[in-house]
């Protein structure tokens, strides 16, 4: 399974940078989410952003869009190291 790292070790919360979207991504892995955080993932489709939530650890899928950018930050405060990778489906 390919992967991209997200999110390293944040323990507050963290707004990640806006990543140019290869068409590839078809989900999420989050690793170690304290009680209270949740991992949020915004995406641009069409010149709209939409924002999709996630409060537990493990693989996620994204929704099946034409995304053009995203990013992903961690919401709340844990001091949980959280680890966010975006699953790839195809080259990486």
Not at 35 to 41: K, N, V
Not at 48 to 66: A, I, M, R, S, W
Request: charged letters at 25%; glycine letters at 10%; hydrophobic letters at 35%.
């Amino acid at each position: 399974m390919a992967t991209r790292l997200a999110l390293v070790n944040c323990k507050g919360p963290t707004e990640g940078p806006w990543t140019i979207a290869k068409g590839n991504e078809s989900g999420l892995e989050i690793f170690a989410l304290g009680e209270g955080s949740l991992i949020r993932f915004d995406c641009e489709v069409d010149g709209l952003t939409k924002t999709y939530d996630f409060n537990k650890p493990g693989e996620h899928p994204l929704p099946k869009l034409d995304i053009t950018r995203y990013r992903v930050s961690k919401v709340g405060d844990s001091n949980l190291a959280t680890i966010v990778r975006i699953i790839l489906n195809g080259k990486s």
